[in-house]
């Protein structure tokens, strides 16, 4: 990922120089209304999670379109999971050279210019080689963020200023052109679906650690992802917080990540030092982590994909930011909340950079100004409903009822 991140800064610009005479070959009339719509969103669980009211809003702008997702091969179970999408087309960056993945490339541009599309909403925020699938597809109608600062090629018929004090979600709802002076609710957003069967494979795999129907649980998240682990909350914070929730509420801790991140959550949890205390992190299906968020008293996570999943699922959810700013990225939840204790360097992660950190200090300084004691107390609070109104209940819309949610 990192590899392709550095691509399109050292090589986005000369691709865009070169391909600049296609803007100007006469392009096919847009069809009106489009009958097929392309959404490009690449990076990002967390993203595609936010995107989805966006979604919503290309629904009601072309009630008569087929909206296709275009992102990554790693994202297509989750895309499929939302129920927005008419269909997922991916591109698979997984272990290859380069002379393989631009062979990739290749097809997959010669497939999306075979389906004819009529409009493309790339949202994707400053990459170049999104701007550049756009330009490829033949589409007489491109939409894109636009930016002083970052030049992708000008090949966006229709461009929305990125604006960085505005939440992500409401960001991708005005590029779809749904703009109407609020932020988005947590309400507009389409959670990730479950069935029963995933319910009941995690109801198994808890009561296999001890952990009944009925018995309240803890979640935590020290994880980040690969491309920013500046965000992760300190492992020791982690520590005394699973030890602290042990002693003084008695829940038992589950602790999550991907399979790759289970050796680090393995030493998270030999140091707090309890039975009670699980990993299963790599153990579960997008749709069974979602179905574990749903049963859980708590969620408490860095800022990441699955920190969005649990605030749109409902679950009482505390997000811990530094080197992102909630203003774009909080969690949006019924119950959710995060926090965020800034010094004068923070946020240091922005999307004109390709949300690459850049800490001065070589640790986050942010992350660590968020004490343990803090993080228990919100947390205790969210678990317990001290701090919201009565009325907000958890969503119960979460399962796959037989009904096509993407005309919902």
């Known amino acids: 990922m990192k590899s392709l991140q550095r691509a399109d800064q050292a090589l986005g610009i000369a691709a865009c120089a070169v391909l600049q005479p296609v803007r100007f070959v006469r392009q096919r009339e847009a069809e009106i209304p489009p009958r097929r719509v392309l959404a490009i969103k690449f990076w990002g669980l967390g993203s595609l999670q936010l995107l989805t009211q966006a ?38 960056v997984g272990a290859a050279g380069w002379l393989h993945m631009a062979r990739r490339i290749a097809r997959l541009v010669r497939e999306l210019r075979a389906e004819r599309f009529d409009a493309v909403y790339d949202f994707e925020f400053f990459t170049r080689f999104s701007s550049i699938v756009s330009l490829l597809t033949g589409a007489p109608r ?25 939440h992500v979600a409401r960001n991708f709802r005005a590029l779809a052109g749904g703009e109407n002076g609020h932020n988005v609710t947590a309400e507009e957003l389409r959670p990730h679906y479950f069935d029963e069967h995933e319910e009941a494979r995690v109801a198994a795999r808890l009561e296999r650690h001890g952990i009944g129907e009925d018995d309240l649980f803890v979640v935590l998240n020290p994880n ?21 929730w042990l002693a003084r509420e008695r829940w038992p801790v589950v602790l999550i990540g991907s399979l790759a991140e289970r050796a680090y959550i393995e030493t998270i949890r030999e140091r707090i030092g309890d039975r009670r205390c699980i990993n299963l992190a790599g153990e579960f299906s997008l749709g069974e982590l979602v179905a574990l968020f749903a049963r859980a008293g708590v969620v408490v996570s860095n800022d990441s994909g699955p920190m ?96 096509d949610p993407r005309r919902g």
């Open 55 to 92: 979604i919503a809003t290309l629904r009601r702008r072309h009630p008569f379109a087929q909206i296709t997702l275009l992102t990554l091969a790693s994202n297509a179970g989750f895309a499929r999971g939302l129920g927005v999408f008419d269909d997922v087309r991916t591109l698979d």
């Open 142 to 166: 491109r939409h894109g963020f636009a930016s002083q600062s970052v030049w992708r090629g000008g090949f966006n018929t229709d461009t929305v200023m990125f604006n960085r004090y505005w």
């Open 308 to 403: 969005h999943l649990a605030a749109a699922i409902g679950a009482p959810t505390l997000g811990l930011f530094g080197p992102e700013t909630p203003v774009m990225y909080g969690p949006l939840g019924l119950r959710a909340r995060a926090l965020y204790r800034p010094p004068a360097c923070s946020p240091c992660i922005n999307v004109h950079d390709n949300k690459v950190a850049s800490c001065i200090y070589g640790e986050p300084q942010c992350l660590m100004s968020i004490s343990v004691d803090e993080v228990h107390e919100s947390a205790r609070a969210l678990a317990l409903g001290t701090d919201f109104e009565a009325s907000c209940e958890p969503r119960n819309d979460h399962r796959r009822d037989g009904v």
């Open 224 to 244: 980040a992802g690969e491309l920013s682990l500046e965000r992760r909350w300190p492992a020791a914070n982690f520590i005394e917080l699973g030890k602290r």
